[in-house]
């Protein structure tokens, strides 16, 4: 047996679309992994989870539920490394309130990082954070700094423009559980017991295992299928962050096994591979998809978008592979692929 099929790594929310092609791919370097997933009858997911090269053997299901975060401690015993991909969200029919989504989202990252510590096996617990966090806006939402990078948090009071209610818990979760599960790292006293690092992501995009197309691309693509519902998701984006930060997903799925596989490493990194304005992605959209019409509204504003340094993640040797146009592209393909994207 190889040293990686004895790694065991569990992720949480594996059938997701991080989760699902963060599965695929830690298999297909020869881990053994356990997956969590909400609902084990699901027969879809956990078909779709099955069906992947390696599962046989080296795959194991578990069902948890971050309202009942004690359940992925049975997931967590035996692993080296945790990935904590799965959140808490506001979807059609739920009946949770803003407030109860940002509690679990938080009480859930304590709880996986305290199974971590008791479970004596884990060394590191790797959190899907999201820029949205980041961001680089002072409190009264009025003044943008001048660059985005790992010392912005976004204020927990921020007021913004746009963006419907889910969007505006979504990222108050967020920035609360990323705070929570960085904590883990500030006690001198509990350095040995477990390394915690933030993979703090740009908006996801490319293509899907899943069968419908993930939120995070429909949202890349908004623009040119002009769908105000996710484009005000780009909206909100460069109002938070003063432009919109993107990452392809076999990108953002290889850095966290990077972030893994360093012998050692703790801390907030942001992942994003390029920073474009709303304009600039409309431009890229204009001269490359000239087949679709793109209404005035969808366009964005002409302005200058804010500094990213990309550099902290970089410079323990991270390479981004796709740029802008690549991770645009690749949305693009998997929305026409599914149906989302056609000609009128
Ligand atoms: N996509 C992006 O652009 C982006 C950017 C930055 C950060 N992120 C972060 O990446 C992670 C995955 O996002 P995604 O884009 O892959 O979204 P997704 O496809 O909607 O996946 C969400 C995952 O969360 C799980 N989940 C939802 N509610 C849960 C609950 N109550 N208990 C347990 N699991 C629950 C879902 O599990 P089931 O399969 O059981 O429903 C699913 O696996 C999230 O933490 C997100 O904040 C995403």
């Keep these: 047996m190889g040293k990686q099929a004895s790694t065991k790594v569990c992720v949480t929310g594996g059938a997701g679309y991080i989760g699902s092609w963060l599965v695929k791919k830690l298999l297909e370097k020869g881990y053994t992994v356990h997956a969590t997933l909400r609902n084990l009858d699901d027969q879809l997911k956990v ?38 991909v799965a959140t808490p969200q506001q ?29 004596q096996s884990v060394k590191r617990l790797i959190y899907t954070a999201s820029m949205l966090a980041s961001s680089p806006l002072t ?66 995009g490319g293509e899907t295992l899943l069968p419908y197309v993930p939120l995070s691309v429909e949202v890349m693509f908004s623009q040119l299928i002009g769908k105000p519902q996710t ?49 600039e992605m409309a431009t890229y959209f204009l001269e490359n998809e000239s087949q679709y019409q793109m209404p005035e509204e969808f366009m964005g504003e002409e302005k200058k978008g804010i500094a990213y340094d990309s550099s902290k993640l970089v410079k323990l040797g991270f390479e981004y592979k796709y740029d802008m ?11 026409r692929r599914l149906g989302s994207i056609f000609l009128h």
């Design 139 to 204: 409190k009264d939402g009025f003044n943008l700094k001048s660059c985005l990078n790992e010392s912005n948090w976004t204020p927990s009071d921020i007021i913004f423009t746009h963006g419907f209610e889910y969007m505006r818990a979504y990222t108050i979760s967020k920035t609360l559980a990323e705070k929570e599960a960085l904590r883990y790292n500030e006690n001198p006293g509990d350095e040995k017991l477990l390394e915690v690092v933030t993979l703090t992501c740009g908006l996801v």
């Design 91 to 119: 979807t059609a029919g739920s009946s949770h309130s803003s407030q109860e989504i940002v509690e679990a989202a938080i009480s859930g990252v304590r709880s996986i990082a305290e199974s971590c510590i008791e479970s």
């Design 47 to 84: 078909g779709l989870l099955k069906s992947l090269p390696g599962a046989d053997t080296r795959l194991v299901l578990f069902q948890a539920d971050i309202y009942k975060p004690y359940e992925f401690r049975y997931a967590i015993q035996g692993c080296e490394f945790v990935f904590h």
């Design 231 to 279: 484009f005000e998701g780009l909206e909100l984006m460069e109002e938070v962050m003063g432009s919109v930060p993107v990452v392809h997903i076999e990108d953002v799925c290889d850095a966290h096994i990077f972030c893994m596989e360093k012998p050692s490493m703790r801390g907030r990194f942001l992942c994003a591979a390029a920073n474009p304005t709303i304009r």
């Design 325 to 335: 146009k690549k991770i645009l592209d690749d949305s693009v393909k998997c929305g």
